[in-house]
């Protein structure tokens, strides 16, 4: 694993936004996992402050996200869709056929899963974005036994509805599941960029990467992958040696 820490967060999002510029730059057609939660938020402004400044075009690019939650129309404010045409989609020139999310009202669920599967399988990751969760959850891939391989539908755990209640007005709001891509799907990203902010997440960041391999912290699974970057700030990078 390459792990980077930054002093600050601005650095994290330079350096993060000056990695997609270069893929896209020698790959027009870059295919990107995206994540959603606060922490690309700020990856994602740097991105279209490159885009504004005609360094990078997303003409070509495809884009997939991870999750989002089952329930929550895209016009819904809280959805992951409406989240990705807030923070990014809207401000660069991406066809809108060229993203693509789970679809959280689909009306068969297991249909769906299987659609989202398909459709990631056609055009693997070249870079695969992830946030981390405070229980070292990854998409919403919650800690188990066992972990699934392909798209699926989660029940959410309440630390992880408590967590995301901070965007909706009441926690009786947040969604209790979520389609999420599988462990399977993430890790067949080309590379996998890992980002990770603030003290509270210090301890999952250390457990994450330098603990045990085990479904019970589903990012520990990315010490098996080979091509991991990762990006912290300093808080979140604390406890590392
Ligand atoms: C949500 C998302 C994850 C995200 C995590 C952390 O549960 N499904 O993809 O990584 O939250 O969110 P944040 O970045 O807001 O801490």
């Known amino acids: 694993m390459n792990i980077k820490i930054f002093e600050t967060s601005e650095q994290l999002d330079n350096y993060a936004a000056e990695l997609y510029v270069n893929l896209i730059a020698s790959k027009p057609n870059a295919v990107l996992g995206m994540a959603t939660g606060s922490t690309p938020i700020g990856i994602y402004d740097k991105i279209i402050e490159s885009y504004k400044n005609k360094k990078v075009s997303f003409s070509g690019v495809t884009t997939y996200n991870l999750d989002e939650y089952v329930g929550l129309t895209p016009d819904n404010d809280q959805s992951y869709a409406y989240f990705m045409n807030k923070h990014l989609f809207s401000h660069i020139d991406i066809p809108q056929e060229q993203t693509h999310l789970p679809n959280g009202i689909a009306e068969n669920m297991e249909e769906e899963c299987r659609r989202y599967d398909a459709l990631i399988a056609s055009s693997p990751a070249d870079i695969q974005l992830l946030g981390l969760g405070h ?107």
């Open 135 to 241: 229980n070292g959850h990854i998409g919403f891939n919650e800690p188990d036994d066992n972990l699934s391989f392909g798209t699926h539908i989660v029940k959410l755990q309440e630390e992880t509805r408590d967590a995301n209640a901070r965007f909706f007005s009441s926690i009786e709001e947040v969604p209790t599941h979520a389609l999420t891509m599988g462990v399977g799907s993430i890790m067949k990203a080309k590379t996998i960029l890992l980002v990770v902010r603030g003290s509270d997440k210090a301890r999952i960041v250390k457990e994450a990467l330098t603990g045990p391999i085990t479904t019970k912290v589903p990012a520990s699974l990315l010490q098996t992958h080979q091509q991991v970057i990762v990006l912290l700030d300093r808080e979140a990078g604390r406890m590392l040696g």
